[in-house]
């Protein structure tokens, strides 16, 4: 099993719903091919580098998996076809990059545990 990284940048037009729809669609087709998906984080409404399509934001979405290497063309295919979907991104995985995914998951929840903490120790008035 090799493990992927999966970034897509869904068009700013979709509702709340239609973005959750759309990321449950590919939660499906990676399970559908024999995946399992090990971390997701949901970036939000960004604006882009440059414009695509005419649009210079979009809903980014990240999604770490794992499966054989034979589920990713499957994957990608659902994407091109996807009119919602702007960009995409998948890369395969070595050690280094794997470690570093970690560690970066790990800093940003110290960092959101020490801020519900200060929010916590603050005086209500």
Do not use: C
């Amino acid at each position: 099993m090799n493990r992927y990284e999966t970034v897509f940048i869904m068009t700013p037009v979709l509702s709340a719903e239609q973005v959750a729809e759309t990321v449950e669609k590919y939660r499906a087709t990676i399970a559908s091919n024999g995946g399992k998906i090990l971390h997701e984080d949901a970036w939000g409404l960004r604006k882009l580098a440059y414009p695509i399509q005419k649009k210079s934001t979009g809903f980014y979405h990240l999604i770490e998996w794992e499966a054989e290497g034979s589920a990713v063309r499957p994957f990608e295919t659902e994407f091109r076809r996807d009119e919602r979907i702007i960009r995409f991104l998948t890369t395969a995985m070595d050690k280094h990059h794997i470690a570093y995914a970690e560690s970066r998951r790990d800093k940003s929840n110290r960092k959101s545990e020490s801020t519900a903490e200060a929010s916590a120790d603050a005086p209500n008035a």
